[in-house]
């Protein structure tokens, strides 16, 4: 059971529903969005990647309990989302060193968890690239990194939200098949690493264990999993911690997303919520960039609200609140 300070935990409160599920809206993309805007032969422009984001948060967040942003283009939507939408900001840099072995991580230099409070922050979040099966001196080093970011965390009483990515150092594409047939291992072993208390993390963000295109019955590929199988997945996933966790988008369909929840509740996980970016808001990058301000608040008022709307019912069916996992100190 995680044990919270009176202040986290008010913290806690304030980015989740009052039943203790979270449903957040992520959009602290930076290196993805500006790759999405040059697909459409835009500008990555600083300032249009800061309108975009802006509008997302302002039409948005009414619906959702929080907020994910990052400090770097996301300043100017924190100050703009729903009076009771709780804000998340992002501490890493974005994407990673690919001069070196081991994706390793690296904070803003600008920031620290203190600064990110006083921006607001009711909570801070860290990815991590993360290979359970890598060199142990590359996973040594990231272990040591990530336990310095917990600490920082602890001693500004903020919680820390650890989003956790699996990769395979041998194989680059995580899409691939190859890649789903080791990617329950990945995930379920890196979650049963960071649940270790002297990481600190709080809540962790973490992927549905499987690759849903590659599991019977709900894929036209050929199936490398039963559904059966995937459902054992999903529950040795929520077994093998006892923090509050919960699920990323991972660039999916929304359909796909929502169906993987379900799956989720059916093999009994008790995963606490989503962060959902991509899913969500991605369509409304077209019309933004193609067609202007307009354009985009009329998909976002329309087919982004039914997104997060259809989520949200989805969630109040499968999600369990993460008020069971906590005790106050």
Not at 169 to 174: R, S
Not at 308 to 319: C, D, F, M, P, R
Request: net charge negative; proline share 3%.
């Amino acid at each position: 059971m995680l044990k919270l300070s009176k202040a986290k935990k008010e913290k806690m409160d304030k980015l989740s529903t009052s039943d203790g599920i979270i449903n957040a809206l992520a959009i602290d993309q930076r290196g993805a969005l500006k790759k999405m805007i040059n697909a459409l032969d835009g500008e990555p422009k600083g300032k249009t990647i800061e309108e975009f984001k802006a509008l997302v948060s302002q039409e948005l967040t009414s619906y959702t309990s929080a907020i994910l942003l990052d400090p770097e283009y996301g300043l100017k939507a924190a100050n703009v989302r729903d009076d009771q939408a709780g804000l998340l900001l992002a501490y890493e840099k974005s994407g990673y060193d690919t001069t070196q072995l081991g994706r390793l991580p690296d904070l803003l230099e600008d920031w620290s968890a203190l600064r990110l409070k006083a921006e607001g922050a009711d909570a801070v979040k860290f990815l991590l690239y993360y290979d359970i099966d890598e060199d142990p001196h590359i996973n040594h080093l990231k272990h040591v990194f990530i336990e310095r970011l917990g600490s920082e965390c602890a001693a500004e009483e903020i919680p820390f939200y650890l989003e956790l990515l699996s990769y395979d150092a041998q194989n680059a594409d995580t899409n691939s098949k190859e890649f789903a047939k080791v990617k329950p291992h990945k995930v379920i072993e890196m979650m049963k690493e960071f649940s270790k208390p002297q990481y600190k993390a709080d809540v962790l963000k973490v992927e549905i264990p499987v690759n849903m295109k590659f599991v019977a019955g709900y894929t036209d590929e050929e199936a490398i999993y039963t559904k059966e199988e995937a459902k054992a997945y999903f529950k040795a996933q929520s077994q093998i911690t006892d923090l509050p966790f919960i699920f990323l988008s991972a660039g999916v369909s929304t359909e796909m997303f929502q169906e993987s929840l379900v799956l989720a509740k059916e093999a009994g996980s008790t995963f606490n919520g989503v962060l959902c970016g991509r899913a969500t808001w991605k369509n409304g990058v077209a019309p933004f960039i193609e067609k202007g301000e307009k354009e985009a608040l009329d998909w976002l008022r329309t087919q982004g609200k039914e997104n997060i709307e259809t989520l949200n019912q989805v969630l109040k069916q499968t999600a369990s609140s993460w008020h069971d996992k906590v005790e106050v100190e």
